[in-house]
């Protein structure tokens, strides 16, 4: 059994905790992650820390560790509903889906108010292929929250695959608006372009969409290779990938070419891409 924490290491995990979020805020991750280590360091069986090194491993794309660290968390408070969501959604981004569903449905039972996991959940089903049920509970999230930006482009997703076109071109417009709010705010951000792109891509308005999702791979920086946003992760080798779709499309072979390998060669192996290349004869 371990020992009880003192009140003054206790008191310091705090401090670094608190250090931790202020660092994540102003976007430096990496600093973020060594101060919540040293929290850890001083108390082990701080849930919330293990909680929120997770969610500083998500932010780098580091999806793996984020769910190792929600595990440890989970572990230690069991009952704690925002762990067993967070872990829920880094299974269902590694793959793993039942899983994912297991823990996303448990943290619902947990607390039932948080409509967000609806939306979580249709994702999760929606890319099963059981769309009947993901729209479901996609509608019943973006009922409950006309501002979840993820529930709202999954939906538009599905609602495309269904064949209701009406409804989908209606929610991708407004994710649409909703990213062009930020990104008046704030011009480089590449997460807003990304999915202005890939909605007008779906939408079928190729010029836009190429526009954006040029902009998305522009505004990149280096030391950033995954993109966190309203719940939705994507890397700097899917908006290669979208961008080669776009530019096939528009009969820009060569290019597509060349922005379809640089996908690949940042993410080997990736079956998505895979499936893309094939499908575009590249």
């Known amino acids: 059994m371990v020992a009880p924490i003192s009140i003054e290491d206790r008191d310091r995990a705090n401090q670094h905790l608190d250090r931790s979020i202020s660092f994540s805020m ?21 849930a919330q820390a293990h909680n929120k090194l997770g969610d500083y491993y998500m932010k780098k794309g580091m999806v793996k560790e984020a769910a190792a660290a929600y595990t440890r968390s989970l572990e230690l408070e069991p009952a704690n509903q925002n762990s067993s969501f967070d872990l829920g959604c880094s299974l269902a ?3 793993k889906h039942d899983e994912a569903l297991e823990y996303l449905r448990k943290a619902l039972e947990l607390k039932p108010s948080h409509s967000e996991i609806y939306g979580h ?19 019943r999230a973006v009922s409950a929250s006309s501002d979840d930006i993820m529930s709202s482009f999954t939906l538009a997703c599905a609602y495309q695959m269904q064949g209701q076109t009406d409804n989908s071109v209606r929610l991708f417009k407004k994710v649409i608006d909703r990213y062009k709010t930020l990104v008046d705010v704030k011009k480089r951000f590449a ?40 719940g939705m992760l994507y890397s700097d080798a899917d908006a290669f990938c979208s961008l080669a779709e776009v530019q096939h499309a528009l009969g820009k072979y060569s290019e597509a070419r ?24 590249i």
């Not at 308005?205 to 946003?229: F, G």
């Open 191 to 230: 997460e807003g372009h990304y999915y202005i792109g890939r909605s007008y891509f779906f939408m079928g308005d190729l010029d836009e969409a190429i526009k954006h999702l040029e902009k998305a791979v522009e505004y990149d920086t280096e030391d950033v290779d995954y993109h966190y946003s309203f």
């Open 26 to 46: 102003c976007g430096k991750i990496d600093q973020a992650i060594d101060e919540i280590k040293k929290a850890i360091s001083i108390d082990g069986e701080f």
């Open 121 to 139: 959940i249709g994702r999760i089903l929606m890319m099963r292929g059981e769309l009947e049920e993901a729209v479901s509970h996609l509608e």
């Open 93 to 95: 981004h590694l793959g």
């Open 258 to 281: 060349e922005n379809m390998y640089k996908a690949i060669s940042l993410s080997p192996g990736n079956q998505h891409f895979a499936r893309i290349k094939s499908q575009l004869g």
